[in-house]
T-cell receptor
Framework: EPEVTQTPSHQVTQMGQEVILRCVPI?????FYWYRQILGQKVEFLVS????????KSEIFDDQFSVERPDGSNFTLKIRSTKLEDSAMYFC???????????FGDGTRLSIL | RKEVEQDPGPFNVPEGATVAFNCTYS??????FFWYRQDCRKEPKLLMS???SGNEDGRFTAQLNRASQYISLLIRDSKLSDSATYLC??????????FGKGTKLSVIP
């Protein structure tokens, strides 16, 4: 069964540094998403991406964050000037059409020191 | 304003029991609903979509009640492997999924 894959599985970074989280969505999917989950809290939406542009973003997704689809397979989340409170699990998700469910990758655990 | 609410539990049930969770939502324009399960420190995994007519997949039955704005998940003949957190997700077209905080289920031998 096709899967959403994410790398790295765990990223440890010093506060203030930039990180790039990578995702390869399922190949025929058109809609892409990033979510985060702080330990012990609920899964929170960050951003959705369709047709090579952001279609929706949350209040969390401020100027510190950006997304990119640099080629036909990768979907990246960049976090600039990381803060301690950016420590969380970051999940990528994708789906093939608007009313279908989203399928999640196994996440990247981001630890900011 | 909480858009999706769930009883956090935990629900502790013996093997073989039937257990039901509800999830209420506040946005009546919502179109799509889903149940996901999440194991500790893992990704949400789709369990099933939820339809107004109700749908069943083996031991799992999901129901949507638009008039009362809730969805439900029924698990029959609980297995130890059913122990997880169950997330209710509300979606609208291509946009985000809004999740509840999840209901934790522990199935006890």
């Amino acid at each position: 069964e096709p899967e959403v894959t994410q790398t790295p599985s765990h990223q440890v970074t010093q506060m203030g540094q930039e990180v790039i989280l990578r995702c390869v969505p399922i190949s025929n999917h058109l809609y892409f998403y990033w979510y985060r989950q702080i330990l012990g809290q609920k899964v929170e939406f960050l951003v959705s991406f369709y047709n090579n542009e952001i279609s929706e973003k949350s209040e969390i997704f401020d100027d510190q964050f950006s997304v990119e689809r640099p080629d036909g397979s990768n979907f990246t989340l960049k976090i600039r000037s990381t803060k301690l409170e950016d420590s969380a699990m970051y999940f990528c998700a994708s789906k093939d059409s608007s009313n279908q469910p989203q399928h999640f990758g196994d996440g990247t655990r981001l630890s900011i020191l | 304003r909480k858009e999706v609410e769930q009883d956090p539990g935990p629900f502790n049930v013996p093997e073989g029991a039937t257990v039901a969770f509800n999830c209420t939502y506040s946005n009546s324009a919502s179109q799509s609903f889903f149940w996901y399960r999440q194991d500790c420190r893992k990704e949400p995994k789709l369990l099933m979509s939820v339809y107004s007519s109700g749908n069943e997949d083996g031991r799992f039955t999901a129901q949507l009640n638009r008039a009362s704005q809730y969805i439900s998940l029924l698990i029959r003949d609980s297995k130890l492997s059913d122990s997880a957190t169950y997330l209710c997700g509300r979606g609208a077209g291509s946009y985000q999924l809004t999740f509840g905080k999840g209901t934790k289920l522990s199935v006890i031998p």
